[in-house]
């Protein structure tokens, strides 16, 4: 079977398992259309042949990402076994770059913490969080025995009620569920710069998570910056060891108006450049959006998801992300001989302090994550550099 055929029919099957709609059916239509294209054009443009030399990617070893809701019981389980395992084996960060470190699962915290000051806002935000999700998923693999792929969160099929979906329903094979309710909250004030701030609504938990695989999981890092419901922050340097309940507050009111299905589709088909894409993507400053990157960190909320640095300490993390790459990478298979090597921005968040502009030469290194030092020009294709995986609806 050729590539073309092979991407398609992982699409076409995938659909078939898809859960019922949450969201505007149109613009859920358009979305799987629009993904459907982009499958079909991947399919046009990579195979044996185009794939480049430098490249270990065949279609025999093509891997294929799934969103959470289609995988089986077993394969869901099998991914957050995985994760705990990650959380029991040993930090390899030294605790003189971050003593709250105390686990493999840490590493990868306290890499984002350290570096979010040069990964949002910033010409490397989309290629440093796909480099920084497939090392997290090769840490899976090659350190807990974990067989499958990174799964994804698509926000706009639960939007109206992602607490009770597969994600997040607090079953033995959901990623856990809400933290418990906790009533009279304000809501989530964010502010950035002088710019007019942004305020969302609270959700229905706020405290510990009881259920599911991670209800005893421990966070040990962070707060850098931490918004409270009652306007206040809570902030340090996040590296500190400072261990914890993980903590949620899921507000649908939050995935529906920036995280729905017509955000995205929204998102694809009115940026047609990177640097409009991704700015929009993250939440124009001053247009009072978060973008669907926010709309999916905040319908999560609680401690660490509502604090920007710390982020990647709750699970569900990687999925979100495996959302936003899978997001990028239909945008770039719309117009791919104009949007593969596209990249806009510097090396700095919004460029402040100033700095050089991100180019394709740029090396991207996540420290004790892993993954070692690597130049943006490899991290720009999914079948290309040392990827080799496509995704399927």
């Known amino acids: 079977m050729g590539i073309r055929h092979l991407v398609c029919a992982l699409f076409i099957a995938a659909a078939a398992a898809t859960p019922a ?26 195979d044996d042949s185009t794939i480049s030399k430098r490249s270990t990617c065949t279609l025999k070893n093509l891997s294929v990402r799934r969103p959470w809701g289609s995988l089986s ?35 990868f915290v306290a890499t984002h913490i350290n570096q979010t000051p040069f990964i949002h806002y910033s010409g490397t935000f989309l290629a440093w969080h796909r480099w920084f999700t497939h090392n997290y998923e090769q840490a899976l693999k090659n350190e807990c025995g974990y067989k499958g792929t990174q799964p994804y969160w698509n926000w706009a099929l639960y939007s109206k009620d992602p607490a009770s979906s597969p994600i997040f329903d607090g079953s033995a094979y959901s990623m856990s569920g809400n933290g418990q309710y906790i009533a009279n909250k304000g809501p989530i004030t964010l502010t950035l ?125 990687y999925l979100h992300h495996g959302m936003i790459d899978l997001t990028w990478w ?34 991207i290194d996540l420290s004790y994550a892993g993954g070692g030092p690597i130049a943006m020009r490899e991290l720009m294709s999914t079948t290309d550099g040392p990827f080799c995986y496509t995704y399927a609806r």
């Open 73 to 107: 019981q077993k394969d869901r389980k099998a991914y957050t076994d995985a994760v705990l395992c990650l959380q029991s084996l040993p930090a390899k960060t030294p605790a003189s770059v971050a003593p709250g470190a105390k686990s493999r699962y840490d590493d």
């Open 330 to 363: 239909t945008w770039q298979h719309l117009d791919y001989n104009n949007r593969l090597n596209a990249i806009s921005g510097t090396g700095t968040f919004l460029d402040s302090p100033p700095s050089a502009n991100t180019t394709l030469d740029t090396v």
């Open 193 to 317: 710069g002088d710019f007019a701030p942004v305020y969302l609504p609270a959700g229905t938990g706020g405290g510990c998570v009881t259920s599911g695989p991670f209800k005893d999981m421990k966070v040990n890092l962070g707060p850098v910056s931490l918004p409270q419901n009652d306007g206040s922050v809570l902030s340090g340097t996040g590296l500190e060891y400072n261990p914890r309940c993980l903590k949620r507050d899921i507000s649908a009111g939050v995935n529906q108006a920036y995280a729905n299905a017509t955000s995205i589709v929204n998102l694809l088909l009115q940026n047609n450049n990177v640097g409009d894409f991704q700015m929009v993507m993250q939440g124009v400053p001053g247009s009072g959006s978060i973008g669907v990157h926010g709309g999916g960190h905040y319908t999560i909320g609680g401690d660490p998801a509502d604090d920007v640095s710390v982020s990647p300490g709750d699970p569900v993390f």
């Open 21 to 46: 709609a949450a969201d505007d059916s149109q613009s859920l239509t358009t979305l799987d259309s629009l993904f459907d294209e982009a499958a079909s054009n991947q399919a046009d443009v990579i």
